[in-house]
């Protein structure tokens, strides 16, 4: 709600009141209109200010009433009271004014903002636009080129750009209600029509036509299919060329659209499900909110690789001290060169003094003896960590948090090379680990509720989007990219070239399709877990990498490549051909398919036609059908981190909400009869036979996604 108080005399103080983001639900639209009504019509106020309660002016629309039939007075008019009104209308505001709650700013006819505040208009995160005449009035206010950037991207700006941008008057370090209240007080009885944004057109822009082409094509390319950016362009075009009414009904169309779009539900699916994940639970019944973290103060990595060295950074940068140990002389001095300089271009990018004194480096691991939480990050190779934790048991302080980031294996295993192995974690980054924002924490059976506290709180700290899950082989990332990949493959075997697998798959929104992600990886670090697994070795009578391996169909395709020495982007050939080794640019290759072609024959294999239904249904059912086994499993708690998994840490795309929520949007029968249909015609690939969970949730009348964890629940308690 919103409470009204007169203060100093004559001010009408408006409070929005709705923790802990003061969201525009329906209640708190109706005390605004209420409160405005009320101060526009008592004598004794001479001027309003608008604040928030909570240190918080407002988070924008109440995004849970987006789901329901909408109740309560609508936005639109509720801003225009305020902008037509006779007495000046001033916004304080501090913490954030976002969407909705930036736009009842742009309404007023004054804004103050306290200096730490963020400032924006994010619809286009959530697949909407900025639709209280948000993407009206901006580039009226600051110019069109600026609200283009701010509204097509949805970024937050801070203060000090907000007033640089001239979307606020005054920044202030002091109360800013108290700011606000006399700076209103000395306005009363000046001309408002100056301040009535809606009523100016947009300043003029040289070259219109070619920035809105420009930002279109941009947009176009950087959406990869999502309709809100591109819709948001459409509605600034509007403000730029139409008189404010007409360009209020563009952007009313235009939010209609992308209100009920699937694109829409996906992405604030994604808004809600990063915010549950952090609230966890262990199948042992152990919670996030009982279980207490230990305190970090000292950290350490083992092993300074590509992985240690951006481990490293990212503890430093969030202001751990680091003891970085290499016991290579040489590896350790490349590694210091590249740690400083990874610490001075994001201290730059971030315009702060890089923080090179929180590391320091050793070839002793008896250094991390003090250190409260130790991250392994050697090669992977499960006889190198096992001595590693042997070494770090007997060296390390009691209490000590041991942690490895191995992508897969066996974290209980390591567990039991030490003495306290309820202080073993995996913390799982992915490459690179200062860029990338997933981590999958990963815990034994024998990991303590404390140890996983402690390790989601420091992932918390570092910034990164921490999910928790259970110990299995790929944990969840790999354990399900596992069948996407194996799926590419075979429908390279059975007539698919890469290019028409990897174009399917852009197509749906991925940034890169799996071939090409290969040839950016290294397809040698795969080769090299296949031979580990017992699966790339050719068999000695024949030569022959055998197509049917532990009862299972298996295609030993990307193996043969990898024999060739065609391991992608670094040797210039891999899936595609690139001009160069190192260079990024890969070309459709003629050997590769002529290599298919010959491996076809050789193996009595018909090459048919693919289109790609089937490509997207194989790699992504087959992906899915996994997602509900690892559910099955207990090893993720829910739907949720799974997607959240996929979305920031294998570049799922945003608009499609994840794996669990796309099975969801495209229907749970569908996605089982697709299996079905799948599985009968292999019945040697394991992966396609649907899993009990699916079938049962189909059984169940297949339930909304959010109410999936319910009813695992009822189905395990019947087991
Ligand atoms: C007409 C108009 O044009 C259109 C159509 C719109 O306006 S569309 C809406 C546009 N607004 C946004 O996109 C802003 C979304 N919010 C945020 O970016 C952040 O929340 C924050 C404001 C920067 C605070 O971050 P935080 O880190 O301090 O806390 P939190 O953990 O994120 O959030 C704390 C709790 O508040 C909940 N919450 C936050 N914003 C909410 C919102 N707008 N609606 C409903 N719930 C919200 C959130 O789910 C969490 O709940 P729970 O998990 O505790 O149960």
């Known amino acids: 709600m919103a409470a009204f108080a007169r203060v100093s005399g004559s001010v009408g103080l408006i409070t929005l009141q709705n923790p802990p983001v003061n969201a525009l639900s329906a209640a708190v639209r109706q005390g605004i209109v209420d409160s405005v009504q009320r101060a526009l019509r008592e004598p004794e106020v001479k001027c309003v200010v608008i604040c928030g309660q909570n240190g918080i002016f407002c988070g924008g629309a109440d995004i849970r009433e987006f789901s329901g039939p909408m109740s309560g007075p609508p936005l639109i008019p509720m801003i225009h009271s305020i902008e037509v009104a006779a007495k000046p209308v001033v916004a304080a505001i501090e913490g954030s004014a976002l969407g909705g709650g930036l736009e009842i700013a742009l309404g007023c006819h004054y804004r103050i903002a306290h200096s730490k505040t963020r400032l924006g208009l994010p619809e286009v995160t959530l697949g909407l636009l900025p639709a209280a005449g948000g993407s009206q009035r901006l580039p009226r206010l600051i110019g069109v080129p600026a609200a283009l950037d701010l509204i097509t991207t949805g970024r937050h700006v801070t203060a000090a750009e907000a007033l640089q941008l001239g979307m606020v008057d005054q920044v202030t370090d002091r109360n800013v209600t108290d700011v606000a209240v006399k700076f209103a007080l000395s306005v009363v009885g000046k001309p408002l029509d100056a301040r009535r944004i809606s009523m100016h057109s947009c300043p003029h822009s040289p070259d219109l036509d070619e920035l809105f082409e420009r930002t279109m094509q941009h947009v176009r390319q950087r959406a990869r299919g999502a309709i809100a950016p591109v819709a948001c362009v459409q509605a600034v075009r509007a403000a ?19 209100f009920t779009s699937g694109q829409a539900r996906a992405l604030q699916y994604c808004f809600f499900a990063q915010r549950a994940i952090g609230r966890w639970s262990m199948p042992s019944g152990a919670r996030w909110d009982t279980s207490k973290p230990r305190p970090v103060h000292k950290t350490a990595v083992i092993g300074l690789g590509t992985m240690g060295r951006g481990i490293a950074v990212t503890l430093a940068q969030a202001g751990f001290p680091v003891i970085a140990v290499e016991n290579h002389e040489k590896q350790l001095m490349e590694a210091k060169q590249a740690i400083s300089g990874m610490l001075e271009r994001g201290a730059k990018r971030r315009g702060v003094t890089p923080v090179l004194n929180k590391i320091t480096y050793s070839r002793d691991i008896q250094s991390v003896a003090n250190a409260d939480l130790v991250i392994e990050a050697v090669f ?21 948090l041991l942690c490895t980031n191995t992508s897969g294996l066996n974290v209980d295993h390591l567990a039991s090379q030490v003495r306290n192995p309820e202080l073993v974690v995996g913390m799982h980054f992915f490459a690179p680990a200062h860029v990338m924002k997933l981590l999958e924490v990963v815990y034994g059976p024998r990991s303590s509720p404390e140890a996983l506290a402690t390790a989601m709180a420091v992932g918390k700290k570092i910034g990164k989007v921490s999910v928790a899950v259970g110990n299995c082989q790929g944990f969840v990332g790999n354990r399900m990219l596992e069948h996407y990949m194996e799926q590419a493959l ?13 174009q399917a798959l852009e197509e749906f929104g991925f940034a890169m399709g799996v071939f090409r992600v290969s040839d950016l990886s290294g397809l040698d670090i795969g080769w090299r877990i296949r031979k580990g697994k017992g699966l790339a070795v050719p068999d000695p009578t024949t030569g022959q990498t055998a197509r049917v391996q532990q009862g299972r169909r298996y295609s030993p395709v990307a193996d043969l490549i990898c024999e060739q020495g065609r391991f992608g982007q670094k040797t210039g050939q891999g899936w595609y051909q690139y001009n160069t080794p190192g260079s990024r640019v890969g070309k459709p290759d003629p050997w590769v398919h002529n290599f298919l072609k010959d491996y076809r024959a050789q193996h009595g294999l018909v090459a048919r036609r693919i289109d790609h239904q089937e490509v997207l249904e194989r790699c992504l059912y087959s992906m899915i059908n996994e997602g509900f086994r690892i559910l099955e499993d207990g090893i993720a708690a829910g739907p949720e981190d799974i997607d959240v998994i996929y979305v920031f840490g294998y570049n799922w795309p945003r608009h499609r909400g994840g794996p669990m929520f796309y099975a969801h949007m495209v229907g749970l029968p569908k996605v089982l009869e697709r299996l079905e249909h799948y599985h009968q015609a292999h019945p040697d690939v394991p992966s396609l036979q649907p899993c009990n969970l699916l079938r049962k949730l189909v059984a169940n009348g297949s339930p909304p996604i959010q109410k999936w964890k319910e009813v695992m629940k009822k189905i395990n308690s019947r087991l």
């Open 380 to 400: 992977e190779d499960m006889a190198l960590k096992e001595k590693v934790f042997q070494q770090l048991s007997a060296i390390c302080k009691p209490g000590a």
């Open 240 to 258: 730029a060329t139409l008189p404010y009414a007409q360009g209020m009904e563009k952007e009313r169309e235009l939010m209609a659209t992308l």
């Open 490 to 502: 075979f429908l390279l075997e059975e007539g698919a070239t890469p290019e028409l697998v990897d």
